[in-house]
T-cell receptor, first 116, second 116 residues
Framework: AQKITQTQPGMFVQEKEAVTLDCTYDTSDQSYGLFWYKQPSSGEMIFLIYQGSYDEQNATEGRYSLNFQKARKSANLVISASQLGDSAMYFCAMREGRSSYDKVIFGPGTSLSVIP | GAVVSQHPSWVICKSGTSVKIECRSLDFQATTMFWYRQFPKQSLMLMATSNEGSKATYEQGVEKDKFLINHASLTLSTLTVTSAHPEDSSFYIC????????????FGQGTRLTVV
């Protein structure tokens, strides 16, 4: 069964506008972590933001914020003031458990295109 | 952030030959590394968990004898694709985390394998 769902295969956003990328997850663990990564066409994986299941505050990193709704099991990424360089694939990922030994699995991804 | 280096960045090999891909954590010790495979326009699929000093743990459906993983030291894991076939052509990427909890997974640059 799909543990991470990203329902938007592709998204467009106007430059300087904000955009929300959706992510829902499925786990029975109480302790887990959620990540967002950006993958440009070069293939590298760029870490954007992390949210722990016990974190009460939504995570923020510069223009990125994570809208964490635990009861709904959703962890949407909000990018404010979009830039042309934000055009890339975006992956939501989850680690069940909080240790470096626990594996990280990825959602199907959302392709974001920023329009000038 | 921490640096994970993967080598080579790309490789072309003949069908039936073996190819070795290296993943190094340059500035930290990684007791656990993960190997992923990514087909074009798809997500990262976890292949195996590589543990220093012990056998790798493979995900369901991944052939152990075909994808040999060795984690000989705290900074190096290798993936060997044995008797490569054209269907093994893919993007292979590794990741590692610091020991501890709530840790980001750092990724190598990835290796694009083409089997001809």
């Amino acid at each position: 069964a799909q543990k991470i769902t990203q329902t938007q295969p592709g998204m467009f956003v106007q430059e300087k506008e904000a955009v929300t990328l959706d992510c829902t997850y499925d786990t029975s663990d109480q302790s887990y972590g959620l990540f967002w990564y950006k993958q440009p066409s070069s293939g590298e994986m760029i870490f954007l933001i992390y949210q722990g299941s016990y974190d009460e505050q939504n995570a923020t990193e510069g223009r990125y914020s994570l809208n964490f709704q635990k009861a709904r099991k959703s962890a949407n990424l909000v990018i404010s003031a979009s830039q042309l360089g934000d055009s890339a694939m975006y992956f939501c990922a989850m680690r069940e458990g909080r240790s470096s030994y626990d594996k990280v699995i990825f959602g199907p991804g959302t392709s974001l295109s920023v329009i000038p | 952030g921490a640096v994970v280096s993967q080598h080579p960045s790309w490789v072309i090999c003949k069908s039936g030959t073996s190819v070795k891909i290296e993943c190094r954590s340059l500035d930290f010790q990684a007791t656990t590394m993960f190997w992923y495979r990514q087909f074009p326009k798809q997500s990262l699929m976890l292949m195996a968990t590589s543990n220093e000093g012990s056998k790798a743990t493979y995900e369901q459906g991944v052939e152990k004898d075909k994808f040999l993983i060795n984690h000989a030291s705290l900074t190096l894991s290798t993936l060997t694709v044995t008797s490569a076939h054209p269907e093994d052509s893919s993007f292979y990427i590794c990741s590692a985390s610091y020991r501890g909890t709530n840790t980001e997974a750092f990724f190598g640059q990835g290796t694009r394998l083409t089997v001809v």
